[in-house]
């Protein structure tokens, strides 16, 4: 594995920029590009922490040059980028799998990972399977934090027993502002009764000043259209899909958590026991660093599989990740 690690991070936003700080911390890894909606940014000697600020006052126009096609001016330097972190919105479900598609259409044959988590973009992303082996390229979705470090963790629970009842994942997040995360925000937005993808997508910022308004900057969230269920089927964990339980509570106007981040799966021993266990995340730890931690541990592991011949698009429950130091 060529070190360091050449890493195109996709998306500037709060995780694109959070992914900056988290990789200054990395020996085998470094960001030699960087793009959003506006800009474009390369440097072969890598972008360092510093960066984030940067981004945070105008994004990679302020790095870089301002563009009307920043996946475009990425394609470009694809021979210089070995992986791609993709930081980028969830919504519409077929943005970030057409931008996979095109990138590999280009010409690009080296790794990809995502923290998608709605179940159908992520059946958009298993789709173009075909088309990255082809292309020698490997895929890892979602490889966040629920999906991927919850769902993960899941699956080695489920060791334990013979026949799995139901997984229930219930989460806590807490942001300062969500300014910082805007398109997190709208995803989970998208979930609350009476919304969708489509109406979440075009809301103003405006309209969701208004609705975190009447909630005290808070969205409790339940039986959420997350890809938990997608991967743990896939994998063997369970039969259907409406055994897993994805929920939680977002606030947006404290950093700390309102609810502790928790996987509970139940199910049945070989003895006829039935039993639980649960994983807990520490309150501590931020949803950047639960979200962008796997991510990059997954990244490492697509690179192994790629080296061993391996192609094509897999989902976080079917490997562990590695760890990038």
């Known amino acids: 594995m060529q070190h360091p690690i050449r890493i195109a991070v996709v998306g500037a936003g709060g995780l694109g920029r959070a992914a900056l700080r988290l990789l200054a911390h990395k020996q085998e890894a470094k960001v030699v590009a960087l793009c959003d909606r506006g ?9 360092d922490a510093e960066t984030a600020t940067a981004l945070e006052n105008g994004g990679c126009a302020a790095l870089g040059e301002p563009v009307d096609d920043s996946i475009g001016a ?43 988590k709605r179940t159908r973009a992520m059946q958009l992303m298993f789709a173009l399977d075909e088309k990255l082996r082809a292309a020698r390229c490997v895929a890892i979705t979602g ?49 609350l009764p009476g919304y969708s993808v489509e109406r979440a997508a075009k809301m103003t910022d405006a309209e969701i000043d208004a609705l975190l308004a009447e909630t005290d900057g808070k969205l409790t969230l339940r039986d959420m259209e997350h890809a938990d269920d997608l ?23 404290s950093a700390q958590k309102p609810v502790q981040t928790t ?25 950047a660093a639960n979200v962008l931690g796997p991510a990059l541990g997954y990244l490492k592991r697509a690179l192994w599989l790629r080296e061993r011949g391996i192609y094509g698009v897999f989902g976080s429950t079917e490997f562990m990740p590695m760890v990038l130091r």
């Open 39 to 47: 800009g474009y940014a390369f440097c072969s000697k890598g972008f």
């Open 74 to 116: 990425l394609i470009h330097h694809r021979a210089d980028v070995d992986a791609m972190l993709l930081t980028l919105p969830n919504l519409p479900n077929e943005f970030m799998p057409g931008v996979v598609e095109r990138i590999v259409d280009a010409g690009y044959s080296g790794v990809f990972v995502d923290a998608l």
């Open 143 to 191: 490889a966040g934090a629920t999906p991927g470090l919850l769902s993960a963790a899941a699956v080695l629970a489920a060791q334990s027993f013979v026949e799995v009842e139901r997984v229930d994942i219930w989460w806590g997040v807490g942001i300062a502002n969500w300014d910082a995360y805007r398109a997190t925000i709208r995803e989970d937005i998208a979930h």
């Open 231 to 253: 991967l743990l089927q896939k994998v063997g964990v369970v039969d259907r899909l409406d055994q897993v339980t994805v929920g939680g509570v977002m606030d947006t106007r």
């Open 263 to 287: 996987m509970t799966l139940t199910g049945t021993t070989f003895e006829g026991k039935r039993s639980s266990h649960r994983f807990v995340l520490g309150n501590e730890t931020s949803m």
